[in-house]
């Protein structure tokens, strides 16, 4: 099944490194959702001996669940 997220993966001008937000208070990591999921529509992140998936829907929407 095709999501309308492969789509923007091979857009030329996108810039694959994370690049941090700047602000008064602290710096946020920034990751693009292409380099994260590569080919991909799930992810499992561990946290504190956690595992949570990281799912894209079928409306390109991004779902975390435990």
């Known amino acids: 099944m095709d999501y309308p997220y492969w789509h923007d ?16 208070e602290q710096q946020v990591r920034q990751l693009h959702s292409q380099d994260l999921f590569k080919h991909h529509k799930e992810v499992v992140i561990e946290h504190a001996g956690q595992d949570y998936r990281l799912r894209i829907t079928r409306q390109n929407k991004l779902i975390l669940t435990k």
């Open 9 to 24: 993966m091979n857009k030329p001008n996108h810039q694959s490194k994370a690049q941090p937000i700047h602000s008064k």
